[in-house]
């Protein structure tokens, strides 16, 4: 059985840093997509960087470009999502999630993804 586990998230001021993990168990990884999703408090759930990992390419939504870095080691099957420069609209609830189907166009659609964390929640006040 797939499990992700999130950790790393909080109460950080504007401007600042969190690295948030998510550690991976019950599945070898070989061309699978993983992604980091957030969800604010009502609002739909959104992309916010994703990796192939077979090849460690990664992608990112607009608004995080150039602030949010996101990282893998395949020997922990964990990955990393380094945040810089928050801001109070960095608030929510992150999410990685596994697709194991890996179609590069669904690579930022939630939908595409099979299995998903329990969630950790970052609050960044302005």
């Known amino acids: 059985q797939v499990q992700l586990v999130e950790s790393g998230g909080g109460t950080v001021e504007a401007g600042g840093s969190l690295t948030l993990s998510c550690s991976a168990s019950g599945r070898t990884f070989s061309n699978d997509h993983m992604a980091w999703f957030r969800q604010a408090p009502g609002k739909e759930r959104d992309f916010v960087a994703g990796i192939r990992w077979m090849s460690g390419h990664t992608y990112y939504g607009d608004s995080v470009k150039g602030r949010f870095t996101f990282s893998r080691d395949k020997g922990k099957n964990t990955v990393y999502l380094q945040m810089n420069s928050l801001k109070p609209e960095d608030t929510a609830i992150y999410y990685c999630?596994?697709?194991?189907?890996?179609?590069?166009?669904?690579?930022?659609?939630?939908?595409?993804?099979?299995?998903w964390g329990q969630g950790t929640l970052v609050t960044v006040s302005s």
């Open positions: 999630a596994i697709d194991p189907r890996a179609i590069l166009s669904q690579l930022r659609v939630s939908g595409a993804y099979d299995y």
